[in-house]
C-alpha cells in the first residue's frame, strides 16, 4: 500500500533526492517549503500529493500542514524533517537574528512538525520519522555556533521523540550528513570545498541521493527495529 509521506524543506538537496526517492517507490509525497521548484512540483504532481507553501517556524503553519495531509489521505506513514538553511559566522561576528533564524528552522521547525504529527502517529500505532541532522551537530566547527547548536538539538529531539513514540511502534531516527553537493554548500568558498574533500575518507562529497537511499531505508521494514540513532553519513569525514 502507498505511504502517505510529508517532507519539509523538499523542494531542492537532499529533501527533494528524498522526495524523488518515495515517489519512485510509488508513495504519495507533500512537501513543505517556502518557494517551489519545477523539480519539486512534478514529484509531488507524479504521486498525487500536495505542496505546501509555508515557513516551518510557524507552529500553526506545521498544525494546518499535518491535518490537511491527514484530512486528504487519512493517514501519515513519513514524516521527513529536512528543511533547514545557515548563516555561518564566529561567535563575535554573529548577530542575535543570524543565531535565531537558524535555530528556529534547522531546531524549533522539526520540534512544530513533530508535536502536530506525534497524535496522529500515536493514534495509527505505526509511523516513521527522520530528522535530517548533521556531522557538525556531532562534532565542533568554527563558524558554526548556530547551525550546530541546532544540530546538537535535533540528536536530543530524535532521541526523546524515540522514547515518547516507541510504545505506539513509532520509529524515529536521524542522518548527519557531512558536506554534500547541494544549493546549500554550492554557495560556499571553494576552500571550504576542498577542505571536506580532504577530510574525507573516500576523497569526494556526497551526493544528495546518497543521504535519500539512507533515509529510504530508515523509513522500511527493514529498519523496524532502529530507532533513536544517528546515522552518520559523511564519505569517513569523522573517521
Not at 521547525?109 to 509511523?127: C, E, T, V
Not at 558536506?179 to 576552500?191: D, G, I, K, N
Request: net charge neutral; hydrophobic share 45%.
Amino acid at each position: 500500500m502507498p505511504r502517505v509521506v510529508l517532507i519539509t524543506g523538499g523542494m531542492s538537496g537532499i529533501g527533494l533526492a528524498t522526495a524523488e526517492v518515495f515517489q519512485q517507490a510509488g508513495d504519495t509525497v507533500s512537501i513543505v517549503d517556502r518557494q517551489e521548484t519545477p523539480a519539486g512540483r512534478e514529484v509531488v504532481r507524479a504521486s498525487g500529493g500536495r505542496f505546501f507553501s509555508a515557513d516551518v517556524r510557524d507552529g500553526v503553519a506545521a498544525q494546518t500542514t499535518v491535518d490537511e495531509v491527514v484530512g486528504r489521505f487519512g493517514r501519515l506513514d513519513v514524516l521527513i524533517n529536512n528543511a533547514g538553511i545557515s548563516r555561518d559566522h564566529v561567535l563575535w561576528k554573529m548577530s542575535e537574528a543570524d543565531w535565531d533564524d537558524v535555530v528556529d528552522t534547522n531546531l524549533k521547525g522539526a520540534f512544530l512538525s513533530l508535536r502536530a504529527a506525534a497524535p496522529i502517529l500515536r493514534r495509527q500505532q505505526s509511523g516513521k520519522v527522520v530528522n535530517v541532522g548533521s556531522i557538525n551537530g556531532l562534532r565542533g566547527k568554527a563558524g558554526l555556533a548556530n547551525y550546530g547548536a541546532a544540530k546538537a538539538g535535533l540528536v536530543a529531539l530524535t532521541r526523546v521523540a524515540a522514547r515518547e513514540l516507541g510504545a505506539a511502534n513509532v520509529n524515529v531516527n536521524a542522518v548527519a550528513p557531512g558536506m554534500v553537493m547541494t544549493p546549500l554548500t554550492e554557495s560556499l568558498p571553494s576552500e571550504v570545498m576542498a577542505e571536506a574533500r580532504r577530510e574525507a575518507a573516500l576523497r569526494r562529497l556526497g551526493q544528495p541521493r546518497e543521504i535519500a537511499d539512507v533515509i529510504f531505508f530508515l523509513c522500511s521494514e527493514q529498519a523496524r527495529h532502529i530507532t533513536g540513532q544517528v546515522i552518520v553519513v559523511d564519505g569517513g569525514q569523522t573517521a
